[in-house]
């Protein structure tokens, strides 16, 4: 790894794919305050040959290393590959690895927002708040009542009944940050929050009032579930300084691909709801579908797809516009269409969010060009040894 072996006076970062604001004024004068130039690439870069020239490479949302880019850097000049952002699974991190390039993301600033929006979204599916604003959209909330005054009246029959949360359980599957935050704000709406999340300590649960519970505990007795888990295509050995008092130590991490499936959804109670704004691959969405089908689920809000942007004719989207058919067992409840919240990944957006990845992005990056240090969020630990 090397930390310290500076090329120029003069560090050079590289932007290289577009971020939701065009707003890199926070990142840039952060940058230049310490001597470091920013060369922004809109809306991405085409000549990843000009990688070679950077210390620090900054992506966002551009698949860097599994498609191309990494064999461009110079090991010998190239400091950092930062993900502006929680998940990595762009990143390439054997390749990395094997280049001695350290790789790191930016997981501070998520919990709020993907906390609120996990709120948001339990309150919305047991409202059936899709349903209603469909209704009223297409004024099939309304009888005209001709025989009588010929005036307009709400339909009072076939209304739904909101889902009593006070009543209910919460699962919170992975309960690290985002599910912390997640389980606090959602605390008082619930009966009981019960969470799984193998690689914590008891105290860890205790701290928050929650059960602990193992996965099939938690399918078996939650009325909602809400995923938080990282997505891991492999057993992946993770360095977790950042959650460990920054002490350099590492834990290995079982595959979560598909961690959600027909057998789990089976072992749900029937008409559980299901909530994933963590990776789309956790959840195997034909399962889905399936459940959704014979009114297993009463429920699903999806921020994250196992392929994005979602296909235009992807069947969840026709779901969310579809009547349900005659003599699905929902019917008997009022409902009359699926109950399905689509989001594009966009969980993780609250005012001020962008510039607080943008702030710890600049943290980052002049604590590994400037202050020589190790970074606090290294993604491939292994480069340690070299």
């Known amino acids: 790894m090397r930390i310290s072996e500076g090329i120029d006076m003069t560090y050079k970062v590289a932007v290289i ?9 926070t990142l840039e004068s952060g940058l230049n305050a310490h001597n470091i130039e920013v060369d922004v690439y809109h809306p991405d870069i085409k000549d990843f040959s000009k990688l070679k020239e950077y210390n620090i490479i900054v992506i966002q949302h551009l698949d860097f290393g599994r498609k191309h880019g990494h064999e461009h850097l110079d090991p010998d000049r190239c400091k950092l590959v930062l993900r502006a952002g929680v998940g990595y699974d762009e990143l390439d991190l054997p390749a990395l690895t094997e280049l001695g390039i350290p790789a790191v993301n930016v997981p501070g600033y998520g919990p709020n927002s993907v906390g609120q929006h996990t709120v948001q979204y339990i309150l919305a599916l047991a409202g059936h708040a899709n349903e209603y604003h469909h209704r009223v959209v297409t004024a099939r909330d309304l009888d005209i009542g001709v025989e009588q005054s010929g005036e307009d009246k709400w339909v009072s029959q076939s209304r739904i009944p909101s889902s009593p949360l006070y009543k209910s359980v919460l699962g919170i599957l992975g309960y690290g940050r985002i599910g912390r935050k997640a389980a606090e704000l959602a605390q008082p709406l619930f009966k009981e929050i019960v969470a799984c999340d193998p690689y ?50 590492e834990m290995f991490f079982e595959p979560t691909v598909g961690l959600i499936g027909e057998e789990q959804i089976a072992k ?119």
């Open 17 to 25: 794919d577009t971020f939701y604001s065009n707003d890199l004024s």
């Open 200 to 249: 914590l300590d008891d105290e860890m649960f205790q701290k928050g009032n929650v059960t602990r519970v193992d996965l099939d505990e938690l399918l078996e007795t939650a009325d909602f579930i809400s995923i938080h888990v990282p997505l891991f295509e492999k057993r992946e050995r993770v360095y977790l300084g950042y959650e460990k008092n920054y002490q350099r130590t």
């Open 268 to 386: 749900m109670k029937d008409g559980a709801f299901l909530i994933n704004t963590a990776r789309g691959p956790v959840v195997n969405e034909s399962a889905v579908i399936k459940a959704l089908e014979s009114g297993k689920l009463g429920g699903v809000a999806l921020d994250v797809f196992e392929e994005e942007p979602l296909s235009r004719n992807h069947p969840m989207r026709k779901m969310a516009a579809t009547s349900l058919p005659a003599g699905h067992p929902l019917r008997k409840t009022g409902q009359e269409k699926y109950n399905i919240i689509l989001t594009c990944h966009s969980a993780y957006l609250l005012k001020g969010t962008f510039n607080t990845v943008l702030e710890l992005s600049v943290e980052e990056i002049v604590r590994v060009l400037i202050d020589e240090q190790l970074p606090q969020n290294l993604l491939n630990p292994k480069i340690l040894k070299n």
